[in-house]
């Protein structure tokens, strides 16, 4: 996606630019680690070893995810511990409130959480520079290991009907607090707004092009549902 709306795209030596890069970073870092404790946990419900091995395998990329993250905040110059931990309350509270409570529940939380946040995330790339860029988009291919997914859920329903109705009311329910969450991150970080939202020397979003970015991803996550099976 092109930085649409800046003309001058902001660098790394921008300091609000970069405080911004550091606080997107250190979101993400903290996300991706706490998706493999979450999915690290969540195998253990898993109701067969080759269902185990699937998890577990998908916890293991977040975490290749979350090192690629961390050293690029030491190649900065940060710690990259103290730039997580503004974030941590706000994923514990996610978790808190949207934990699964069987194995299903946990892939279906995976599989739509991680695609919302890849969504987000990619809006908030088009923004970044291209190193920045870069980092961020790798950081979100492949960990929803979606073919797995999609047949064990479809496969589950297929088995047994009325678990669709319920893993849907659980997806509305994962939607809801996952644009909560990230409405509340922006809001709430300065330096991480001004590189989505922009400043006086480099526009980026308006409030109405805000608004069509959580309509797109609204939409996204439709799509990803009903290919689930599931009503979103």
């Given amino acids: 996606m092109a930085s649409k709306g800046r003309s001058t795209p902001f660098t790394i030596d921008d300091p609000v630019y970069r405080t911004g890069v550091i606080e997107l970073l250190g979101l993400l870092a903290y996300g991706e ?35 690629l993250l961390r050293d690029r905040l030491s190649e900065l110059g940060e710690d990259p511990y103290e730039s997580m931990a503004p974030f941590a309350a706000t994923f514990e509270r996610f978790h808190r409130q949207t934990a699964p409570s069987d194995w299903l529940e946990g892939l279906v939380k995976a599989y739509v959480g991680d695609g919302l946040a890849a969504d987000f995330y990619r809006e908030i790339a088009a923004y970044l520079d291209a190193e920045t860029r870069a980092l961020v988009l790798d950081t979100l291919s ?33 939607m809801g607090e996952a644009l909560s969450q990230a409405q509340m991150v922006v809001a709430e970080r300065d330096a991480l707004s001004v590189v989505l939202v922009g400043g006086v020397d480099h526009p980026g979003m308006d409030l109405a092009g805000i608004g069509r970015m959580f309509t797109r991803i609204t939409e996204a996550h439709a799509k990803r549902m009903a290919k689930l099976g599931l009503a979103a």
Avoid: Q, Y
């Fill in 142 to 174: 492949g960990t929803g290991n979606s073919d797995f997914v999609v047949g064990a859920v479809c496969g589950a329903i297929a088995s047994e009907p009325r678990v669709g109705g319920r893993l849907a009311l659980w997806g509305r329910r994962l």
């Fill in 33 to 67: 680690m706490s998706a493999f404790e979450r999915l690290s946990e969540d195998a253990k419900m898993a109701p067969d070893l080759p269902t185990k091995v699937e998890i577990v395998a998908m916890a293991t990329g977040e975490f290749g995810h979350f090192l």
